[in-house]
């Protein structure tokens, strides 16, 4: 899928850089901009803002005389969005969710206990909106309307924390999310279970009680690694 508003450049990104997280290009392996350029029939300016972004992303290093190199995988920004879009979309999905589901259960449990005691009034109604949505997309084949919901509950949870470094993550979440369902690791219709445990968790935070909305949110994440085990073992 293309990524709107990069032009030419996002073309090329949009098929250099799932080629480069999916290994076709391994570690080390020196791309030179001339080549890709012609490949990718575009200007070596348009070459060179892509071969910048990626730069950003630390999956390549350009240097004078060598050329255009694949980074170690353990220099990868793996928290950035777009790197996480791409792993989401090739062969090593599963751990790809899995790591990042991990992640999730260790930091969003900790940051719900601290929205209880640190939301706005303006971020419970919110989060309750968020799970009513949720609830009102959680029957009929809705996914789409529901991550949606899904997404936003769980945006206000690490941004209700407080904690700047747990908000900095929702976009990491938004990418998790998005990946389960636009990769169909999810059933055609949300755990009841699950939609539950949401409102539970808006509710807990809007009274107050953080250790209950730490549990809850616990529980959510546990849910959701037993579904991976299922969907993407």
């Known amino acids: 899928m293309s990524t709107p ?76 969005p777009q790197v996480i879009r791409w792993r989401l979309a090739g062969a090593d999905r599963p751990h790809q969710l899995r790591s990042l589901t991990v992640l999730r259960s260790a930091i969003e449990p900790v940051a719900a ?9 303006e971020q419970c109604a919110e989060l309750t909106e968020c799970a009513l949505g949720m609830v009102a997309n959680s029957r009929g084949h809705r996914l789409e309307g529901y991550l949606v919901h899904d997404i936003a509950f769980h945006r206000v949870i690490l941004t209700a924390s407080g904690n700047e470094m747990f908000a900095r993550l929702g976009g990491v979440v938004a990418e998790v999310l998005a990946g389960r369902t636009h990769h169909e690791v999810m059933f055609e219709d949300p755990d009841p279970a699950a939609v539950t445990l ?15 909305a730490e549990e809850l949110t616990r529980e959510i994440a546990v849910g959701a690694l037993r579904e991976l ?5």
């Open 5 to 80: 508003g990069r032009g030419l450049h996002g073309h090329v990104l949009d098929s250099l850089g799932p080629a480069i997280t999916a290994g076709d290009y391994p570690p080390g392996s020196v791309l030179r901009t001339d080549e890709l350029a012609e490949r990718f029939e575009v200007s070596r300016s348009v070459m060179r803002e892509a071969v910048r972004v990626l730069e950003t992303m630390h999956l390549v290093e350009s240097r004078r005389r060598v050329g255009v190199t694949v980074r170690p995988r353990a220099e990868w920004n793996v928290y950035d």
């Open 113 to 121: 206990g601290l929205a209880a005691k640190n939301a706005t009034p």
């Open 198 to 212: 949401h409102v539970q968790v808006a509710e807990a935070v809007r009274s107050g009680d953080g250790v209950r």
């Open 229 to 233: 085990d299922i969907l993407a073992p």
